[in-house]
């Protein structure tokens, strides 16, 4: 269809592809389990907004420059791993309050644009996620498409789709996780002890994601 080729088993391994743990997934699971489904979907958003960057410019032949270029590689791996650990650094270094005497002295919830701008960039600025869209995507077009580059922008669609549809079911999860953990514990210490060893945790796994893709080679 349009010049595809195995169609089901494209978005199949799609899926699977999509379910990987990863920098997004951990993202959405943050942030839906601290603020809500909204938080958790606007991530959600931002990362599929930095996934159409992704798809065109692997489509235009842009990303090819990205696996010819070992200085462009290195440069955009840079700053992206960079992003990851400066995420990493500021969940590490934040502190959940204690019960909150009254609501005005809760902690603001972050704005849903800087959380989409959060998962943009933990995106965009991933090169592996370009290499991968270059290497994996034209196995499914076929060899005598009249138009690649509309057949590429086709998968890319269905492939960000199939995406979005996972990503917001992580978010409905973590958004009901954090809800039914906020129940358990209440509003004494152990929630604000909870959020912190999570903040915590979460912290050490962006910095781990940042030196990985930092040490990370093209393929």
């Known amino acids: 269809m349009f010049g595809t080729q195995d169609l089901t088993l494209f978005v199949i391994s799609g899926l699977l592809l999509n379910i990987t743990p990863g920098p997004d997934s951990l ?34 032949g842009l990303s090819a420059l990205l696996s010819a270029s070992a200085w462009a590689f290195t440069a955009v791996k840079l700053v992206g791993a960079a992003y990851l650990v400066y995420l990493g650094l500021a969940m590490l270094r934040s502190r959940a309050r204690p019960a909150a005497a009254t609501p005005s002295e809760a902690p603001a919830p972050a704005p849903l644009w800087q959380i989409f701008r959060q998962g943009f960039l933990t995106n965009v600025l991933n090169p592996k996620v370009a290499l991968f869209f270059l290497a994996f995507v034209p196995q499914f077009i076929a060899p005598d498409a009249p138009h690649k580059a509309l057949a590429f922008l086709l998968l890319g669609a269905i492939f960000n789709l199939n995406g979005m549809l996972w990503c917001h079911a992580l978010a409905w999860m973590g958004a009901l996780a954090g809800r039914r953990v906020r129940a358990g514990l209440g509003h004494d210490g152990r929630l604000a002890r909870l959020t912190s060893w999570l903040n915590r945790t979460m912290g050490a796994l962006f910095l781990a994601f940042g030196l990985r893709l930092a040490l990370s080679q093209a393929r």
Do not use: D, E, N
């Open 27 to 60: 993202l959405i699971l943050a942030r839906s389990a601290g603020q809500g489904f909204r938080a958790g979907s606007a991530a959600a958003l931002g990362i599929g907004a930095g996934t159409c960057v992704h798809v065109l410019a692997a489509a235009l």
